[in-house]
């Protein structure tokens, strides 16, 4: 009796797993590519997260508390940035400040691009 009701268990888990799951559509039902590129629409799959850690920021002393402004940036490629923490210094006075921005995130994106040498029909669905 407890092997059927394991087995049932795991099939309800499958059921209800499978009617959640929503198919993305990236390239429309054969969508026409006629000797050129085409690029689909983008859509957002996950995101990364990274932890940068704890900075030592000493400065020499300012004119206001807004005169100085660090933005914290990061990327996965070297050329596109993703800014997701910033630091204001709370005094004026030249000091040294301890700053744990905490956990960095980003989207990460995905997109197709479909060259053809002459008129193809295509259609991408992710499964």
Do not use: E
Not at 107 to 120: D, G, H, K, L, Y
């Amino acid at each position: 009796m407890k092997k059927y009701a394991n087995l049932i268990c795991l099939l309800v888990v499958l059921l209800v797993a499978m009617a959640t799951y929503a198919a993305i559509v990236w390239v429309g039902s054969m969508q026409t590519v006629n000797n050129t590129t085409y690029i689909s629409g983008s859509n957002s799959v996950s995101t990364a997260t990274y932890n940068p850690g704890t900075f030592l920021i000493t400065d020499g002393g300012l004119t206001a508390t807004t005169a100085m402004t660090i933005y914290l940036s990061w990327s996965m490629d070297g050329t596109n940035f993703f800014t997701n923490a910033t630091f204001v210094p709370t005094v004026t006075n030249a000091g040294t400040y301890t700053w744990a921005p905490g956990p960095l995130a980003a989207p990460i994106w995905q997109r197709f691009s479909i060259t053809t040498t002459n008129s193809v029909n295509v259609g991408i669905i992710q499964q």
